[in-house]
């Protein structure tokens, strides 16, 4: 039982260069969460989707797209990235009727 | 606004002493807190929510609405217990809800 799988794991782009990161749960969950994680920053919220289907805009969504295509895939896309979004980013899923998020390991970006 | 604050990046203590995570929170709504954990080298998971009112691996936390607090405690802090802890707080109802969590504690137990 995978849960929810996050790839890549490492990526390394220049500025301006494109990227997507994907996420895919095997879990049934409706809602799905895209998060950066900063030093003193914590964790903030970039985008979410309650199900499929639909997107909103979470804290920080400047500079991003997503796309939830089906129930089980949510992808973060980065257009032309910058060094101020590197970052770790974290999928996360939440079931229906509970308020518990399960992660993904995340994604480490680097953006020189 | 919706905000949750842990006003300390860096917590440390000797084993045996006891252990408080400060949280903070700002919301208008009935609160639905969260503590998560991320141990070195592991997926971030959920360590305890305030309605179960239930005790995990010796920490508890209480929602205080007059202080609008949930403080993380354990009476004798573990060298296992080191880690990133986040306070998160669920805003929202249904599929539209989301977590916001703070900017998380680091927390180091010295053996």
């Known amino acids: 039982n995978a849960g929810v799988t996050q790839t890549p794991k490492f990526q390394v782009l220049k500025t301006g260069q494109s990227m997507t990161l994907q996420c895919a749960q095997d879990m049934n969950h409706n809602s799905m969460y895209w998060y950066r994680q900063d030093p003193g920053m914590g964790l903030r919220l970039i985008y979410y989707s309650a199900s499929e289907g639909t997107t909103d805009k979470g804290e920080v969504p400047n500079g991003y797209n997503v796309s939830r295509l089906n129930k089980r895939e949510f992808s973060l896309r980065l257009e032309s990235a910058a060094p101020s979004q590197t970052s770790v980013y974290f999928c996360a899923g939440r079931g229906a009727g509970a308020n518990v998020l399960t992660f993904g390991a995340g994604s480490r970006l680097t953006v020189l | 606004a919706q905000r949750v604050t842990q006003p300390e990046k860096l917590l440390s203590v000797f084993k045996g002493a006891p252990v408080e995570l400060k949280c903070n929170y700002s919301y208008s709504g009935s609160p639905e807190l969260f503590w998560y954990v991320q141990y070195s080298r592991q997926r971030l998971q959920l360590l305890l929510r305030h309605i179960s009112r239930e005790s995990i691996k010796g920490f508890t936390a209480d929602l205080n609405k007059g202080e609008t607090s949930f403080h993380l405690k354990k009476p004798f802090a573990q060298e296992e217990d080191s880690a990133m802890y986040y306070c998160?707080?669920?805003?929202?109802?249904?599929?539209?809800?989301?977590?916001?969590f703070g900017q998380g504690t680091t927390l180091q137990v010295k053996p």
């Open positions: 998160a707080l669920s805003v929202g109802s249904g599929n539209t809800g989301k977590l916001i």
